[in-house]
């Protein structure tokens, strides 16, 4: 497990991000510690991005606490998406995390699957 600050973190978060876990956890009808990122296995181009209440640590993630909020990084994730900056964007008719990862190789059209070199 580490845990990291704003430096040196596994991912880095945005104001808008950051604004956006808070409003999520204060939503929760359930007590949550944060949020946890993941990679899945799906779409055209091998991996999507998953994001998720905590209610608990799992074993060997990276926390990462940043103004006022914590991330839980799964293990398995961490060489898919490490370095990468965690944006909330809202655009017309939809709302979402979208990740600036330098590790990308590829990416769909649509922008729901990644792949990694």
Do not use: W
């Not at 606490?65 to 944006?87: E, H, N, R």
Request: proline content about 3%; some cysteine; charged content about 20%.
């Amino acid at each position: 497990m580490t845990i990291s600050d704003t430096q040196g973190n596994s991912i880095t978060l945005t104001d808008a991000a950051v604004k956006r876990v808070k409003t999520l956890m204060g939503a929760s009808d359930k007590p949550v510690l944060g949020l946890r990122v993941g990679v899945t296995t799906m779409g055209c181009n091998g991996h999507s991005y998953v994001v998720e209440y905590a209610d608990a640590q799992k074993p060997l993630e990276d926390i990462i606490k940043q103004d006022g909020v914590t991330i839980f990084v799964d293990p398995l994730a961490m060489m898919y998406i490490f370095g990468s900056t965690m944006d909330y964007v809202e655009d017309g008719m939809q709302s979402s995390f979208v990740f600036d990862n330098p590790n990308e190789t590829g990416r769909c059209g649509c922008g729901e699957s990644f792949s990694v070199g």
